[in-house]
């Protein structure tokens, strides 16, 4: 699927820079951290030989959270995908394999949601039938009740829904806490990085971000040179 992507998925980072996650989230001392999950999660979605877009506050339209989100998701419809994979950049347990397989499951008509443990969730995967701008910009966006709700209302459409593993995401130092302490599949940077802001006096650590702010609206493809499509507002 990932070399002739026959039925036209694409993957969606829609994530804030590192800059404004710092603005947002309650960690102190996290530039490091944010930088981190940036680069992690292009790392890992480069790894599925999918296609991608990675949105940030630079590229979003909207006044809110949900039509920014809508907008986002509208606009990769609108370059002729059917199929969208939306992720973030603070699941760093989240591996490729779990995202080409989210593909696969959409290939076969279903949709895919890897629900948060805030009541939100990390991974959906839509295709764009199933996808109703209007309802989906009124859900209520970054609170508890948004998994329980969104899920109702896919079911409304009839589609079938396959679920993922729980995940926990990042919002705040406890979240790190939590994560360092039940995620074993982290990657030997981000269990530093975590480490080192929990206990700051353990370990010295610098990371050069090298890809971050690369990749804001290329679209990638695993070969060949990527190029440059410019963002229309919605």
């Not at 509208?74 to 002729?80: K, T």
């Not at 209007?134 to 896919?154: D, H, I, M, V």
């Not at 975590?194 to 206990?199: A, Q, V």
């Amino acid at each position: 699927m990932q070399d002739k992507n026959e039925h036209k998925t694409a993957i969606l980072v829609f994530a804030l820079s590192s800059k404004e996650e710092l603005k947002c989230k309650k960690i102190n001392n996290a530039k490091v951290l944010f930088q981190a999950l940036s680069d992690h999660t292009l790392k890992t979605v480069q790894k599925t030989g999918l296609p991608y877009f990675h949105l940030t506050e630079k590229e979003q339209k909207g006044n809110t959270f949900g039509e920014r989100f809508a907008n986002a998701i509208q606009f990769i419809y609108d370059r002729g995908y059917d199929q969208i994979i939306t992720i973030g950049n603070d699941s760093p347990h989240l591996r490729a394999p779990q995202i080409l397989k989210s593909a696969n499951i959409m290939a076969a008509g279903k949709a895919v949601l890897g629900p948060s443990t805030d009541g939100g969730f990390y991974l959906m995967g839509l295709h764009k039938t199933d996808f109703n701008i209007a309802s989906f910009k009124g859900l209520p966006w970054q609170t508890a009740q948004l998994w329980k709700q969104f899920r109702r209302e896919l079911y409304s459409t009839k589609v079938e829904i396959v679920e993922l593993s729980r995940f926990h995401d990042i919002d705040s130092e406890n979240d790190l806490k939590i994560i360092l302490k039940f995620t074993k599949n982290l990657s030997n940077l981000i269990y530093k990085v975590i480490l080192s802001i929990i206990l700051p006096s353990s370990i010295n650590l610098r990371v050069d971000s090298p890809i971050l702010g690369l990749f804001q609206l290329d679209k990638h493809h695993n070969r060949g040179s990527p190029f440059l499509l410019s963002f229309y507002p919605i």
